[in-house]
């Protein structure tokens, strides 16, 4: 490990926010970020703020640590609901926004880090940030490498009013991906300014924790290919397509560990795991906080193609086999069919149409594709040193005012 670097300042503080409460997406993207900074920088803490019910089931490093603001949770229909409290969702929403703001009054930030959503969820960031930008803060919006298909992207920031904060809020604009990659941006109106504050990091690079995640007992004994759900909530096609394969042909060569992810519902669980009783060479663990030491000794990966999968198979340089959703977004189908030109990765589509026969073909035909590592693109895995250097630059200028003057000014 390298060793950690003085800063100038005894006490940096770096406040970062993750809305998601379903899904771990966000949540684990914002956890490496923070884990690369407080292992490059000796005087640096890291707070953050998220919805995850689970983010307790993760551990953290020293001068890491979290806020968990009430859970909402997506319906079907677009709407929010309040995850586990009995209220109202403008009510949770209120609540939320209360404590998000009190946080980052209490913790006085040199870095805000708002991940993915410009104004968060239904805006209950905006505050804060007038709030810190009066402060002096450095205001980051962080973006992965593909938000959504322009048609899509376009209304809803209009809808949200989203272009104005990227004008006058935010200092910068990290994108965690490559421009050759993709434009998250692309088909936007967006001002010269704006472009201007967009910095491309490059993507995250993931490293297996030097303690084993689970025991020796969990894996298979013979190589096998990792199934991974991500989260799980939205898995249920992935994992019964691979299933379906498995079963129709008897003869696939190698085993397959399936993780079906916290947020699976149990009755699918369960079906599953029925299933998987009946196939000798699969087996299934319901989560694992440290997935990475599963990839590490997986000979290949099959995924639905979110973004930390993508870094993690890039990361460890292993054959993947992505299958995308489309609903609600196009986000994994526009990565994987870029990465599959690029030649880092296979994609095999199914939507409506999942015949195991397509599935058990690729999945033999998996360990034989070419590792990532044999596409040369420069500052591929770069993302994690470069945000330690924009931090450092940033860190070695000085705050404009305190914030709790601020505070006492506005309120």
Not at 125 to 152: C, F, H, N, W, Y
Not at 237 to 262: C, F, H, K, M, R
Not at 294 to 315: D, K, P, R
Not at 342 to 349: D, I, K, P, T
Request: hydrophobic share 40%; glycine share 8%; aromatic share 6%.
């Amino acid at each position: 490990m390298v060793a950690g670097i003085d800063l100038i300042k005894d006490d940096v503080r770096i406040l970062i926010y993750s809305h998601d409460s379903f899904g771990l997406g966000h949540l684990r993207r914002c956890r490496a970020i923070a884990h690369a900074l407080v292992g490059k920088f000796n005087s640096l803490s890291v707070l953050i703020l998220s919805g995850s019910p689970i983010i307790g089931s993760f551990d953290f490093r020293t001068r890491v640590d979290f806020v968990r603001v009430p859970g909402v949770i997506k319906l079907r229909n677009g709407d929010y609901t309040s995850l586990s409290l009995h209220l109202d969702i403008d009510q949770t929403m209120e609540l939320r926004g209360s404590i998000i703001q009190h946080t980052a009054e209490a913790f006085n930030p040199d870095i805000f880090i708002v991940d993915k959503e410009p104004l968060g969820l239904r805006g209950e960031v905006k505050d804060t940030l007038s709030i810190l930008k009066q402060s002096g803060a450095l205001l980051v919006l962080g973006l992965r490498d593909i938000m959504d298909e322009p048609e899509l992207l376009i209304p809803e920031w209009k809808r949200k009013n989203v272009l104005p904060a990227l004008e006058d809020l935010y200092d910068q604009i990290w994108v965690y991906g490559l421009p050759q990659f993709y434009d998250p941006l692309s088909g936007l109106d967006i001002s010269d300014l704006i472009r201007r504050k967009m910095i491309y990091t490059g993507y995250l690079r993931h490293t297996a924790p030097s303690f084993p995640a689970v025991s020796s007992t969990t894996l298979p004994e013979n190589p096998y290919i990792l199934v991974t759900a991500g989260g799980g909530g939205d898995g249920e096609n992935l994992v019964d397509w691979v299933l379906s394969a498995y079963e129709l042909d008897t003869g696939i060569s190698q085993d397959a560990l399936i993780v079906l992810g916290p947020f699976m519902q149990n009755d699918l669980q369960e079906s599953f795991l029925r299933r998987i009783d009946n196939l000798k060479n699969v087996e299934a663990i319901t989560f694992d906080s440290h997935i990475e030491h599963l990839i590490q000794h997986a000979s290949g990966v099959v995924a639905m193609g979110g973004y930390n999968t993508f870094c993690e198979i890039l990361s460890f340089d292993k054959p993947g086999l992505v299958v995308p959703r489309t609903k609600p977004r196009l986000e994994q189908f526009i990565r994987a069919c870029r990465a599959q030109e690029l030649g880092l990765l296979s994609c095999l589509q199914g939507d409506s149409i999942r015949e195991p026969r397509a599935m058990a073909t690729a999945l033999r035909q998996l360990t034989q594709q070419p590792k990532p590592s044999e596409v040369v693109l420069p500052g591929l895995l770069d993302g994690l040193e470069n945000i330690n250097k924009l931090v450092a630059n940033r860190l070695a200028k000085q705050r404009t005012a305190p914030l709790e003057l601020v505070s006492k000014i506005t309120s």
